[in-house]
C-alpha cells in the first residue's frame, strides 16, 4: 500500500521558508546554494510579487514540496506572509506525512 509521501508527485525536494529582510542574502543564500550543489531541487521565492496575503501559487508550491525547512531568525514570527506559509507547512506535514 502506497504511503501519503509515496503516493504524492513532488515538484520540489525542499522549499525554503525565511524571512527575506534577515536571512536572504546571508544564510539562506549560503543554504540553498549548497543544497542546489548537491542536486537537490530547492524552491527559494527569489521573484515572487508581495503583496497582502500569501498567493495560491506559494501555496500550491508548498504542497508540491516534499519537505520544508523552516529558517527562524530575529523576525521571522513578525511576518504575517511567514506565519501564513508556516500554517501550510504544518497542513501538510499532517496531510502528507
Not at 527569489?46 to 519537505?67: D, H, Q, V, W, Y
Request: net charge neutral; glycine share 4%; hydrophobic share 35%.
Amino acid at each position: 500500500m502506497a504511503t501519503a509521501s509515496t503516493a504524492h508527485k513532488w515538484k520540489y525536494d525542499v522549499f525554503l521558508s525565511f524571512r527575506g529582510q534577515d536571512t536572504r542574502d546571508n544564510f539562506t543564500r549560503h543554504l540553498h546554494e549548497a543544497l542546489c550543489r548537491k542536486k537537490i531541487k530547492t524552491f527559494i521565492d527569489n521573484n515572487l510579487e508581495r503583496g497582502e496575503e500569501i498567493t495560491p501559487a506559494l501555496l500550491r508550491t508548498i504542497e508540491e514540496s516534499m519537505i520544508s525547512i523552516i529558517i527562524f531568525s530575529k523576525n521571522y514570527a513578525s511576518s504575517p506572509w511567514c506565519l501564513d506559509e508556516m500554517v501550510k507547512i504544518l497542513e501538510c506535514k499532517e496531510n502528507f506525512g
